[in-house]
Each structure stands twice: as structure tokens, then as C-alpha cells.
């Protein structure tokens, strides 16, 4: 753990080295200052000498003036380095999580990925930081200190250095509770975030519902005990270090007394004793770091420890080594005796065959549930098979690299998401790389261009967050502009007008017939009416394939579909026309 964690430092090898050498050295004046004080009074002073008084004075302040500016170089670096290890990470962390599969989304919370991408990664910067660093630094002051006062006078130094441990005892246990008080912060500050994501998400029910007030006080209850719990991380916070003052005041005074005697009688220099004094201030700064680290310590390493778990879960479906960039694919589909599940206890498909000639449209009809769906997840590979083989243009798609294979195929469905952004962004999401001519034709062709002629913005206007500002069949309509640029030989529509009333519907099948043209077409639907120019309807329910064959054909047979039929013709002669 700890080694991969320092590997983060090699690309930042060079500022490491300028700032922890920097570091170093502050200490290192640090440690000198008490001994050019002893020098001063002892010999410095006696003589009188006035020049070389104010020669040194002068020297000194050159001296603070580079420590000083050493200073800001380690809290600049150091934070840069920090900053940047930090940004490293998220970066990697993204770029992972893009790469998952659909089965570690099916099984994550969102604001999971997103504390662990934002949140988590806070205290790693500041522990990479001040980590290595500060720990260096206070055991080198620790010991330094401690060899010059036991050279200056061994028993007051042995008398000063017996706080430290009970320093570390004070700092370790306040610590200790400190730790769990932020844990505990840090657990109510994300049932504070999920609430307000929970309410603003859902503000236009929870307005409908008129339901503020309840989302108000359910709100507080979480925003109080959030400031309890991070009232009493104070609290702890306040009391040890209230604790770790009081005892190195004391030392001082322990010090002052006892060095007064050995100063007295002989055994110390009044330089000495002065030196003593300030070693003692000089002893205090590394239990302060040693301390504050007790803290970002195990706060930087959890965030480190949740980052590896998620870096560690490799993407469920991959490149194999042998993949080879797919040719451009005709969209032969063939199903051999495949089975899947999406966990254990239950399973969707079983041994299923099924194939779907290049250019033909096939209906995918039968109750919900049923795994229609999941069949088509399939094909662009959302999840692999558990058993048996899909091939495209007799090519098994494990044979594609991923890139290749899902470029080829489009898939438009209920719910469509689109970003937040313009018109024209989102039809350019089908493929970054279109010209202003291509968006153009492709808004066109799915009926779109009348609509964006209306607006007063027309292509620039934005859309609200995931297109909240368009209708169903507006959205809908710039889902199939936005698949007429990726033109893909391969579509898939998954109940994608089930949404929309029948009037809609209509304008949008007509668009959806002209980019079905010259493509394999699977489509899921409900509405049989939607359906009766497919080449071939396959009826799936829970036992798997029922039927296929031509819609008439079907009806003919009298089976499953059939019903289906008939149920739905009737309803159409009530006036129902949802089916
Ligand atoms: P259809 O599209 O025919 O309505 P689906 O293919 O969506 O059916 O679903 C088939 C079965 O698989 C259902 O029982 C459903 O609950 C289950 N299922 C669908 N998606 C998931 C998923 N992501 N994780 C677990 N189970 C799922
Ligand atoms: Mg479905």
C-alpha cells in the first residue's frame, strides 16, 4: 500500500527533492538559531565589541531573510506537489471508473463514485504533502535538539526531553478521539449531501407533492446531527491541544526553575541557560507535526484505501489479448446457445438461438421482464455471455476490440440521456468529429430542423440539465439526429416511442423508418402497431424464444403473439390505444 502510494511521487520527482531539501534546511537554521543566541551572550556580549555586535545582528537578518523565504518555498512546493499528486490520482480514478462495466453501475451508488473522485481524494494531497516530509523533519529536530542541550548539560536535558512522551501519550490519545469524531463528521456530511441531491432531484415532486415542509425537516434532522458531530470534533480538537500547551508550558517552567539552580551554581552559562530555554520551544515543533500528522494520517490513507480498492477492480468486460479491430460490419447476427444472468440466483437467458440476417428488421415483442432488453445488452458486449457464442458477420464478437465492435452499433431507447449543453452538442455527440453540414443533415432527417427554426437561439440553445427543457418527442427526435450522425450499420430501438402518446409517436416512427433503412434493425416494442412492417417479430417470455416468424404468419399460428394481437385490436376498437 505504501509503496504504491510513494510511486505517485516519481512524476513529481524534482519539485519533491526542492522541497523537502528546502525543508531540511529551515530546520536545520532552526536547530542553530538557540546556539547562536548561547554564542552571542556568552562571547559576543563580554567583549563589547559594538561592530562585530551589529555585524552579526546583520548577518542573522540575511539569515531569517533566506529562512524565510525557504519557508515559502516548502508551503508553495509542498502544497504543489501535493496539489498535483492529487490531481493525478483523480485523473486515473475518472479515467477507471469511465472504463467499468455496466454491471459495476448496476451495483454502485452514484454518489459513491463521485465522493470517491471528489471527497476522498481531499486529504490524500495534504498527506502527500506533509507525510513524508514532516516526519523526516521532526525526528531530525527531535534528535538534534536533544544531543545539543545533553552536550550543554546532560541531566536538564534528560529532565526536558521526559515530556515528550507524555507528549505523545496526550497527542496520541486525543488523537485517537479525534479520529473518530471526523469519521463521524465525515459519514453525517455525506447523508447531508445525499438528502440534498435526493430533494433537488426530485424537487418537482417533492413540489407537487407539496411536500417541502417534510423534506425541510427531514433536512435538518440531518444538518443538525452533522453539526454535532463536527462540534465535537472541535471539542476533542480544543482539548488536546489545550492539553499539549499546558504541558510544554510547564516544561518551560520546569526548565526556567531548574536551569536557574544549574546556572547558579556554576554548571551552566547564562548562554546556556538561555539556549535551554529556547531548545525547549525548539523540542515542542515536532510533537506539534507528529501530532497534526496522528491526524491526516489515517484521514489520508482511508481516502487512499477506498482510491486502490476501486483502482484494483479491473473493468468486468475487456479487450481479450486477441482482439482485432472489427471490419465494417454488414450486421449478421447470430445467437449460439447463449445463456446469461445477472447474478447468481437468477437466470435471464438460456440457451438462446437466434439469427438476424444482415439488412432485416426483427421485432422483439412479449411481457416485460422477459429479457429483451438483455438480449440486446449483449450484442454491443454491456455484459458478456455465461455461456454459449454471438457473432456478427461470423466474427464472435469477443474477437472485436470493444471500441470497434460498439462504434457499429446505435441504440436508441425509452429514456434518453442527454447532456447538459446545447442542441448542437448533443446531436454532435454521435460523433465528435462532424461538420457543421453533417449536424445540419442529420437534425433533417430527424425532423428536428423546424423545431430548432422556432427557437430563437436555434443550434446554441441550451437544453437544461439532461434536456429537461425539450419534450419527450423533442428528446427523442435529437436521440435520432444524434444516430444519424454515428450511422451505424447496426440499431437497435428499445421501446424508444413507448414513451410518448400515439400522435408522437407517429411523427417520430416515420423518422425512425428512414434510419432504419439500409441497417440490421432490432426493435423492442409494445405497441404491435408499431411493428407490422418488421421482417420477422420474435416473441420472447420467461421460457425464452416462444414464436417467431412474420407477424401474419403469427397471427396465423394462433399462439402466444396471437393473443397479443387480438388483446391489442380489441382495446384499439374501445378507443385504448395504449397498449
Ligand atoms: P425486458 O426488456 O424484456 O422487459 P429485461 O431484459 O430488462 O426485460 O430484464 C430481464 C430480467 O432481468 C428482469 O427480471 C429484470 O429484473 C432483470 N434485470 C434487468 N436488468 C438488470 C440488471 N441490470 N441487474 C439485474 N437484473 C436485471
Ligand atoms: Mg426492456
Given amino acids: 500500500m505504501l509503496r504504491k502510494f510513494f510511486s505517485y511521487y516519481k512524476p513529481h520527482k524534482r519539485l519533491f527533492i526542492i522541497d523537502f531539501s528546502s525543508a531540511v534546511f529551515v530546520a536545520l537554521l532552526e536547530l542553530a538559531f538557540p546556539l547562536a543566541v548561547q554564542w552571542f551572550i556568552d562571547d559576543l556580549l563580554p567583549s ?29 512546493l509542498g502544497h ?116 440534498v441531491e435526493d430533494s433537488v432531484s426530485g424537487v418537482r415532486v417533492v413540489q407537487s407533492f407539496t411536500n417541502e415542509q ?105 479487450d481479450a489479448p486477441h482482439a ?14 447463449v445463456s446469461f444472468r445477472y447474478d447468481s440466483h437468477k437466470s435471464v437467458l438460456k440457451n438462446i438461438d437466434l439469427s438476424i440476417p444482415a439488412g432485416e428488421t426483427v421485432a422483439f415483442v412479449g411481457p416485460s421482464g422477459a429479457g429483451k432488453t438483455t438480449i440486446c445488452s449483449l450484442i454491443p458486449r454491456f455484459y458478456d455471455v455465461d455461456q454459449g457464442e454471438i457473432s456478427i458477420d461470423g466474427i464472435p464478437i469477443q474477437d472485436m476490440t470493444l471500441q470497434s465492435l460498439r462504434h457499429q452499433i446505435g441504440i436508441v431507447q425509452q429514456d434518453v440521456f442527454l447532456f447538459t449543453g446545447t442542441i448542437r452538442e448533443n446531436i454532435a455527440y454521435g460523433d465528435l468529429e462532424a461538420s457543421d453540414e453533417d449536424i445540419l443533415a442529420a437534425a433533417h432527417k430527424a425532423h428536428l430542423e423546424d423545431f430548432i427554426a422556432s427557437l430563437p437561439e436555434g ?16 428528446k427523442q427526435r435529437l436521440a435520432i439526429a444524434r444516430m444519424f450522425l454515428k450511422n451505424p450499420p447496426i440499431l437497435i430501438l428499445d421501446e424508444a416511442t413507448s414513451a410518448l402518446d400515439t400522435a408522437t409517436e407517429q411523427i417520430i416512427q416515420e423518422a425512425l423508418t428512414e434510419l432504419a433503412e439500409n441497417r440490421t434493425t432490432l426493435i ?37 403473439f396471437a393473443k397479443l394481437h387480438h388483446s391489442q385490436f380489441r382495446e384499439s376498437k374501445l378507443g385504448i390505444t395504449k397498449a
Avoid: C
Fill in 48 to 76: 563589547g565589541n559594538w561592530s562585530l555586535i551589529v555585524q552579526t545582528s546583520i548577518l542573522l537578518l540575511l539569515v531569517y531573510m533566506l529562512s524565510t523565504f525557504m519557508q515559502f518555498i516548502v508551503n508553495y
Fill in 214 to 318: 417534510f423534506e425541510m425537516d427531514r433536512f435538518q434532522k440531518d444538518n443538525g446531527e452533522f453539526r454535532l458531530a463536527k462540534l465535537r470534533a472541535y471539542k476533542v480538537m480544543a482539548g488536546t491541544h489545550s492539553s499539549i500547551f499546558m504541558m510544554t508550558r510547564f516544561v518551560t517552567l520546569v526548565v526556567l526553575v531548574v536551569g536557574s539552580y544549574y546556572t547558579l551554581n556554576g554548571s551552566m552559562s547564562y548562554g546556556d541557560f538561555v539556549a535551554f530555554v529556547l531548545f525547549v520551544n525548539v523540542l515542542i515543533k515536532p510533537v506539534d507535526k507528529i501530532t497534526a500528522l496522528l491526524e491526516l494520517y489515517p484521514k489520508g490513507m482511508a481516502g487512499f484505501k477506498r482510491f486502490m480498492e476501486l483502482m484494483e477492480q479491473d473493468p468486468e468486460v475487456q
Fill in 524 to 560: 423492442i416494442a409494445h405497441r404491435l402497431a408499431t411493428i407490422r412492417d418488421a421482417d420477422r417479430v420474435v416473441v420472447v417470455t420467461e421460457n425464452g424464444i416462444e414464436e417467431q416468424g412474420s407477424y401474419d404468419e403469427l397471427v396465423a399460428q394462433n399462439g402466444v
Fill in 459 to 474: 443550434y446554441e440553445t441550451q437544453i437544461g440539465e439532461r434536456g429537461l427543457k425539450l419534450s419527450g418527442g423533442q
Fill in 80 to 195: 504543489k506537489l501535493g496539489i498535483n499528486i492529487e490531481t493525478d490520482m483523480r485523473r486515473e480514478l475518472f479515467n477507471h471508473v469511465q472504463k467499468q462495466s455496466f454491471r459495476f453501475f448496476d451495483n454502485t451508488k452514484t454518489g459513491h463514485i463521485m465522493s470517491r473522485i471528489t471527497n476522498d481524494l481531499f486529504d490524500l494531497g495534504e498527506l502527500a504533502h506533509h507525510g513524508p516530509e514532516d516526519i523526516f523533519i521532526a525526528v531530525m529536530t527531535l534528535i538534534g535538539a536533544f544531543l545539543i542541550m545533553f552536550n550543554i548539560h546532560p541531566e536538564l536535558a534528560v529532565i526536558a526531553i521526559v515530556m515528550v512522551p507524555f507528549l505523545s501519550i496526550v497527542a496520541t490519545y486525543g488523537n485517537i478521539q479525534m479520529n473518530k469524531a471526523w469519521k463521524r463528521m465525515y459519514g453525517k456530511i455525506a447523508d447531508v449531501n445525499g438528502r
Fill in 324 to 337: 482485432k479491430p472489427a471490419p465494417v460490419l454488414k450486421g449478421d447476427i447470430e445467437f449460439t446457445n
